[in-house]
């Protein structure tokens, strides 16, 4: 049975300054009226509190928000770049725990986010928003912040509200907390999401190269089929470079034969790299750099695909591992 208590007084007891780790409380709504229900209350506390509040929310929702709070909204801060607005995963992952450090070093209470992700209209864009809700319960789990995830009712699908609770420990219904029935591992969770294939993999590649014989001649195949394709210069010096550190991930840490398929038509590059390796069983992996902030111990190869290629999908394969990269082409 779902426990249900006041949402203000059971977001004062799960945000407050004595809260352990994050609070990660889903909020699906259907009307504005309803938005500023359950949101002003959450931010009014914080800032009676003294804490850090943030509205990492589209600017038509950070503006509904604000003028309802009138003379209080100078002390909230509006950051565009923590919703995925345009921010891959990795990206998003990182400018929020910078916000988190500055927060603390201001020592100004608690940290507290309206969020609102943006989840895109293809089902490549949900399940990329839909990780990224998993990996906060486990990437920020031992931080002390507390997070109001909106959901808006009105304009997404199904498959991505159904995700609402089940990458929620809390959802916030008709203005009480309810622990949520659909939340559990999230590793399993994420793993579960459906991974469509992408409709280029239907025709013929634009590329193949079957057991490239070295990394550095695996790495100049890549480069000249991308840069051929790619208008943009620096897009594609990007997609390259990324490309070419998982490709070095292939022979470094996977095994041979080792080879690469390219699909690419006017808007979209898909890159698949395949190698016959154990792979891994992390679906968060390359979220943040594999050993930390500093970044001279290596383990970047994923987290820099993440930032770089739109979509990163990890696939298993009889024999080996996948690793397919996709973007869509400026």
């Not at 594999?290 to 987290?303: I, S, T, V």
């Given at each position: 049975?779902?426990?249900a208590?006041?949402?203000?007084?059971a977001?004062?007891?799960?945000?407050g300054?004595e809260?352990p780790?994050?609070a990660?409380v889903?909020?699906?709504?259907?009307s504005d009226?309803?938005?500023?229900?359950g949101?002003?209350?959450?931010?009014e506390?914080?800032?009676?509190?003294?804490?850090?509040v943030?509205?990492?929310?589209?600017?038509e929702?950070?503006?509904?928000?604000?003028?309802?709070?009138?003379?209080?909204?100078?002390?909230?801060?509006?950051?565009p770049?923590?919703c995925?607005?345009?921010t891959?995963?990795?990206?998003?992952m990182?400018a929020?725990?910078?916000?988190?450090?500055r927060?603390?070093a201001?020592?100004?209470?608690?940290?507290r986010i309206?969020?609102q992700?943006?989840?895109?209209?293809?089902?490549?864009?949900?399940?990329?928003?839909?990780?990224?809700?998993?990996?906060?319960?486990?990437?920020?789990?031992?931080d002390?912040?507390s997070?109001?995830?909106?959901?808006?009712?009105?304009i997404?699908?199904p498959?991505?509200?159904?995700?609402?609770?089940?990458?929620?420990?809390?959802?916030?219904?008709?203005?009480?907390l309810?622990?949520?029935?659909?939340?559990?591992d999230?590793?399993e969770?994420?793993r579960?999401l459906?991974?469509p294939?992408e409709?280029l993999?239907?025709?013929?590649?634009?590329?193949?190269?079957v057991?490239a014989?070295?990394?550095?001649?695996l790495?100049?195949l890549?480069?000249?089929?991308?840069?051929?394709r790619?208008a943009?210069h620096?897009?594609?010096?990007?997609?390259?470079f990324?490309?070419?550190?998982?490709?070095?991930?292939?022979?470094?840490h996977?095994?041979?034969?080792?080879?690469?398929?390219?699909?690419?038509d006017a808007?979209?590059l898909v890159?698949a790299?395949?190698?016959?390796?154990?792979?891994?069983d992390?679906?968060?992996a390359?979220f943040?750099?594999?050993?930390?902030?500093?970044l001279a111990l290596g383990?970047?190869?994923l987290w820099?695909?993440?930032k770089?290629?739109?979509?990163?999908?990890?696939?298993?394969?009889?024999?080996?591992?996948t690793?397919?990269?996709?973007?869509r082409l400026?």
């Amino acid at each position: 049975m779902n426990e249900a208590v006041d949402a203000g007084s059971a977001l004062v007891h799960r945000c407050g300054p004595e809260a352990p780790g994050h609070a990660h409380v889903g909020f699906v709504v259907a009307s504005d009226d309803a938005l500023l229900a359950g949101v002003l209350p959450y931010v009014e506390e914080g800032l009676a509190a003294g804490d850090t509040v943030l509205l990492s929310c589209p600017p038509e929702t950070a503006t509904l928000i604000s003028a309802a709070l009138g003379e209080s909204v100078a002390a909230v801060g509006s950051d565009p770049r923590i919703c995925l607005l345009g921010t891959r995963v990795a990206d998003a992952m990182a400018a929020t725990r910078e916000w988190l450090h500055r927060a603390a070093a201001r020592g100004s209470g608690r940290p507290r986010i309206v969020g609102q992700v943006q989840f895109g209209t293809a089902p490549r864009d949900w399940r990329e928003g839909l990780r990224y809700e998993a990996a906060v319960n486990r990437l920020l789990a031992p931080d002390p912040v507390s997070a109001l995830c909106v959901f808006d009712g009105r304009i997404l699908p199904p498959e991505v509200l159904a995700g609402a609770a089940a990458t929620h420990p809390e959802m916030l219904e008709g203005g009480r907390l309810v622990s949520s029935s659909e939340f559990g591992d999230q590793r399993e969770y994420a793993r579960a999401l459906p991974v469509p294939r992408e409709p280029l993999e239907d025709g013929a590649p634009e590329f193949t190269a079957v057991d490239a014989p070295s990394l550095a001649h695996l790495r100049g195949l890549l480069r000249t089929v991308i840069h051929a394709r790619v208008a943009d210069h620096d897009q594609a010096e990007d997609l390259h470079f990324a490309a070419s550190e998982v490709a070095s991930n292939a022979f470094r840490h996977g095994a041979r034969p080792v080879s690469a398929q390219v699909w690419v038509d006017a808007d979209r590059l898909v890159c698949a790299i395949t190698d016959r390796g154990r792979g891994f069983d992390d679906p968060f992996a390359g979220f943040r750099p594999a050993h930390g902030d500093d970044l001279a111990l290596g383990g970047m190869g994923l987290w820099l695909a993440r930032k770089l290629w739109d979509h990163v999908d990890v696939l298993p394969q009889p024999q080996g591992v996948t690793v397919r990269l996709s973007s869509r082409l400026l």
